[in-house]
Structure formats: structure tokens, C-alpha cells
Nanobody
Framework: QFQVAESGGGLVQPGGSLILSCTISGDVFSATSMAWYRQAPGKEREFVAEVTWSGDNTDYAESVKGRFTISRDNAKNTMTLQMNSLKYEDTAVYYC???????????????WGQGTQVTVSS
């Protein structure tokens, strides 16, 4: 069993920046990818950004392209989301997903964190 924990959320003014972090606990042998999703009040959870386990490839939702940057530190088992030029509509709970993670004791499956609140407000 692996644990995923997000940190770094908070209140920021429009146009501001925040960095979210996701830390993995447990001996992950490998995984498919790590990703950020978000869920705003009254809306379904939506994809934000993804990075492959190797860190070689990334993908972004159209709504955040050019503003958000996802990256992974293999050695530290962490992932970050640099969020710039934040907008009111970026307000949501942001979730970290560890996709397809496994080791010698655990078959591949997805793991989710508890989420961290990001509020963009003046």
C-alpha cells in the first residue's frame, strides 16, 4: 500500500502563483504516471496535468496550458505543480493521483491523495 499526500494549497489573488507538491510514501517499484486533478464546488473532478513516471512526457488540460507546469523528482518521489497567472476559475480542491503504481507485494493500481484547497480570490 502506498500513500499520496498533497501540500501547498492556499489563498492567492488573481494573477498570483502557487506551488503544489505531492509526496509518495512507500516503496514504489514503478508506476505509469503521476497527475493532478481538481474539483470545483458543484462540478465533477477534472484532469489538470500529468507527467509520466520517467518524467519524460507531460500533458496538460487546455485550460491550464502555458500557466501550469508539472514536474517530477524521481529521487525524492515527489511531484510539483507550478501554477502561475491564477484565475478565479482555478479555485478547486486539487488532488494528486499516482497511476498504476506497484511493487513486488502490490499489483498495479491507482492511488489518490486527500486533496488540497486552492482558492483564487481578491
Amino acid at each position: 500500500q502506498f500513500q499520496v499526500a498533497e501540500s501547498g494549497g492556499g489563498l492567492v489573488q488573481p494573477g498570483g502563483s502557487l506551488i503544489l507538491s505531492c509526496t509518495i510514501s512507500g516503496d514504489v517499484f514503478s508506476a505509469t504516471s503521476m497527475a493532478w486533478y481538481r474539483q470545483a464546488p458543484g462540478k465533477e473532478r477534472e484532469f489538470v496535468a500529468e507527467v509520466t513516471w520517467s518524467g519524460d512526457n507531460t500533458d496538460y488540460a487546455e485550460s491550464v496550458k502555458g500557466r501550469f507546469t508539472i514536474s517530477r523528482d524521481n529521487a525524492k518521489n515527489t511531484m510539483t505543480l507550478q501554477m502561475n497567472s491564477l484565475k478565479y476559475e482555478d479555485t478547486a480542491v486539487y488532488y494528486c493521483k499516482l497511476g498504476g503504481a506497484y511493487n513486488w507485494n502490490h499489483s498495479p493500481r491507482d492511488y489518490w491523495g486527500q486533496g488540497t484547497q486552492v482558492t483564487v480570490s481578491s
